[in-house]
């Protein structure tokens, strides 16, 4: 499996993007990357996921580098309820494996 | 984006009673369906994959004996904690994946055992 490695914490300004960095070096030319959060004692909730090109939708943009070796997820506008865990995750053999992710926190 | 149910949200049980745990995905088709587990503090772990129709399969380390599943429609997979113990006290999720493939998840189910 291709694995992610991304920052443990960060804090943003609520108004502010965010930027959130995730490494895949390994991934296979096939595979996915998929984003998902988690607000507190609730279930994951699906951010948004690409291949090679960027995506955007109404909750997020995914730029993914030339190379797919990393990418950024980007809140163009967080606010106190973007406080969460996100996991960046590289979709293989239809199982989705959710590694530490990043805490991120939105400040007032 | 798909809307995925669990029934029930919470529940406290006795030690060595079952509890059976509730997966709807509301509003399309899921041939798969995935249990996750996770303690405080921890990330998710997945439990096992569940295919309509057939015997899921279990993540190396979870026993299929005692977590049972079964996903006996295009909508629902359910989970049987069976003969639960302490030790068993989490937060249960599930998912469902779409045609896409893009998995949907549910609210999640606290389950105590006293």
């Known amino acids: 499996d291709a694995k992610t490695t991304q920052p443990p914490s960060m804090d943003c300004a609520e108004g502010r993007a965010a930027n959130l960095p995730c490494n895949h070096s390994?991934?296979?030319?096939?595979?996915?990357v998929y984003w998902y959060r988690q607000i507190h004692s609730q279930g994951p909730q699906y951010i948004i996921h690409?291949?090679?090109n960027n995506e955007t939708n109404e909750m997020a943009s995914l730029i993914i580098t030339e190379d797919r070796k990393s990418s950024t997820l980007i809140l163009p506008h967080a606010t106190l309820r973007d406080t969460a865990v996100y996991y960046c995750?590289?979709?293989?053999?239809?199982?989705?494996?959710f590694g530490a992710g990043t805490t991120v926190t939105v400040r007032a | 984006g798909a809307v995925v149910s669990q029934h029930p949200s919470w529940v406290i049980c006795k030690s060595g009673t079952s509890v059976k745990i509730e997966c709807r995905s509301l509003d399309f088709q899921a041939t798969t369906m995935f249990w996750y587990r996770q303690f405080p503090k921890q990330s998710l772990m997945l439990m096992a994959t569940s295919n309509e129709g057939s015997k899921a399969t279990y993540e190396q380390g979870v026993e299929k004996d005692k977590f049972l599943i079964n996903h006996a429609s295009l909508t629902l997979s359910t989970l049987t904690v069976t003969s639960a113990h302490p030790e068993d006290s989490s937060f249960y999720i599930c998912?469902?994946?779409?045609?896409?493939?893009?998995?949907?998840f549910g609210p999640g189910t606290r389950l105590t055992v006293l």
């Open positions: 690409g291949l090679k």
């Open positions: 998912s469902a994946r779409d045609p896409v493939p893009t998995q949907f």
């Open positions: 390994t991934i296979s030319g096939n595979e996915y």
């Open positions: 995750i590289v979709f293989n053999d239809y199982k989705l494996s």
